[in-house]
């Protein structure tokens, strides 16, 4: 085999699929454009809203002769899903789709995603792949503090750990204290909840005196919301455990689109199940491998609902170069955070999770904040509400040094002038699932 010096030879048993996961990039992409074909021709045959939106585009799936032969096709985004509420976008009979979850979703409609017996496998099959990344094998407690229900992560998570063999302990997110008196009393070795609920547990942990060692935490599957190195960093030293970054969105599956290995280098994102591409999200043209954009994915064997070029908003880039670990599927850098979210203060691009590395780990503060958004004559302002440090003394003059020296130091590492606001211990809301980081108050009257 012709590899760089750097990758290991793949250790097969520390992967869940050796064969799927160390494909030569040439048989991955032989598998790609078969099940493209496919794909397409699916959802061309059996989604009436696809046949449509491909004549408008002028394609048909013959048009498809190799993998960048894509970008000729109509993107699908949030909208296609609301304006087809609940089922229209399903490509299989009612009765062949066995299970539905939706987004809450802010405004209007949720979001509604289906899927048939095989998808609820493949799922399982890609988190146990994913798990397996992380470190975690059949011998471990796992406990699952994602949310269940109509959010994809409890459930997705759950199958996926019973998939590999694990003892699962579906606890779902909320009341913090008895999650942690069960992972001390049950030994649980991987934690599954977002990073900010993490941050949570950790706290909880701490006042309720519950020593780190009590704690049998090795792995901690992290993900449904961006989150920072900082924040990594926090996690893995309060809670002793290796802090793996998963990736997904309900539309293309749930969690287990992608997740870190070991090696923390990047996400792999399952390419014998999805196609992966980076667009500019401006003029929605297919940018160079490496350049940073926004991310789209096309299902490639998804039954129930197959997507096809759905844009996440999700701003990352892919490599393509394989990981130290022998996987050779393409890794998807870290998601900074949506198109969406991106804020504009003072003419400079932001998104929450820059100014969330800044904050966690500054001595003085604690790592929990809140950014919100104002306008004062049509110009954008941010203010960002931070809490002090524990053990920090609580008056005014401790407040006030404290706000002067994080805005500082956003000025200096981010560029930004914005407001600080610190607070006492406890004061900033803490999160039960995926955190709110802005408030918005911008369309807010007075
Ligand atoms: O959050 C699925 C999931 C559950 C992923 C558990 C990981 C773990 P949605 O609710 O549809 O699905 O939200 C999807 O969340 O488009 C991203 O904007 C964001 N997101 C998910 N994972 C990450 C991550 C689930 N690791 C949306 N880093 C996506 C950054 C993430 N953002």
């Given at each position: 085999?012709?590899?760089p ?5 793949p ?5 869940f ?12 992409a032989?598998?790609q ?5 496919a ?7 059996n ?32 909208a296609?899903l609301?304006?087809?509420?609940p ?5 299989v ?19 509604v ?16 792949r ?15 503090a ?7 992560g ?17 606890v779902?997110?909320?009341m ?13 070795n ?7 609920y ?5 706290e ?5 005196g519950?020593?780190?060692?009590e704690l ?27 802090a ?10 749930g969690?287990?689109?992608?997740c ?6 990047g ?36 039954e ?7 844009r ?17 599927h393409v ?13 504009i ?15 966690v ?33 609580r ?5 006030t040094r404290v706000?002067?020296?994080v805005q500082?130091?956003i000025k ?26 802005v408030?918005d ?6």
């Amino acid at each position: 085999m012709n590899r760089p010096a750097l990758i290991r030879e793949p250790d097969t048993t520390a992967l869940f699929d050796p064969k799927a996961e160390t494909m030569p990039r040439r048989d991955i992409a032989e598998l790609q454009l078969a099940r493209l074909k496919a794909t397409l021709q699916r959802a061309y045959d059996n989604v009436p809203h696809m046949r449509r939106r491909f004549a408008e585009t002028g394609v048909t799936p013959d048009h498809l002769k190799t993998l960048a032969d894509i970008r000729h096709f109509p993107f699908t985004g949030k909208a296609d899903l609301r304006d087809n509420y609940p089922f229209g976008l399903f490509a299989v009979p009612r009765e062949d789709v066995v299970r539905v979850h939706a987004s809450s979703g802010t405004t209007g409609k949720p979001i509604v995603v289906g899927y048939t017996a095989g998808d609820i496998a493949l799922w399982a099959d890609l988190i146990a792949r994913s798990l397996t990344g992380a470190g975690v094998t059949r011998h471990d407690i796992v406990h699952i503090a994602y949310g269940y229900g109509l959010f994809t992560g409890g459930l997705g998570a759950h199958y996926g750990a019973e998939a590999l063999g694990c003892m699962v302990v579906p606890v779902s997110g909320g009341m913090t204290e008895r999650q942690v008196t069960l992972m001390r009393d049950f030994g649980a070795n991987v934690l599954c909840c977002t990073p900010s609920y993490a941050l949570n547990i950790a706290e909880v942990t701490e006042s309720s005196g519950i020593a780190r060692n009590e704690l049998k935490l090795r792995v901690g599957v992290f993900g449904a919301e961006p989150w920072s190195e900082a924040m990594r960093h926090e996690l893995q030293t309060r809670l002793g455990l290796q802090a793996i970054d998963i990736y997904g969105l309900s539309e293309i599956l749930g969690p287990g689109v992608a997740c870190e290995c070991t090696e923390q280098a990047g996400l792999h994102g399952w390419e014998d199940h999805f196609l992966f591409e980076i667009v500019d999200p401006r003029t929605l043209e297919p940018l160079p491998r490496g350049e940073t954009g926004e991310l789209v994915i096309t299902t490639l064997t998804k039954e129930a609902l197959p997507m096809i070029r759905y844009r996440t908003r999700d701003i990352t880039r892919l490599v393509d170069e394989p990981c130290a670990c022998g996987r050779t599927h393409v890794r998807i850098m870290r998601v900074t955070g949506r198109d969406d979210d991106m804020m504009i203060i003072r003419g400079i691009n932001v998104y929450p999770s820059q100014v969330e590395a800044v904050l966690v780990g500054l001595p003085g503060i604690a790592p929990h904040y809140q950014l919100v958004l104002t306008r004062q004559q049509a110009l954008d302002q941010m203010t960002v509400e931070v809490e002090i440090a524990p053990e920090l003394p609580r008056d005014e003059a401790t407040l006030t040094r404290v706000s002067r020296e994080v805005q500082h130091r956003i000025k200096s590492t981010i560029g930004i002038s914005c407001g600080v606001v610190a607070k006492l211990p406890g004061e900033v809301p803490r999160s039960q699932g995926k955190a709110v980081r802005v408030k918005d108050q911008r369309h807010t009257p007075g």
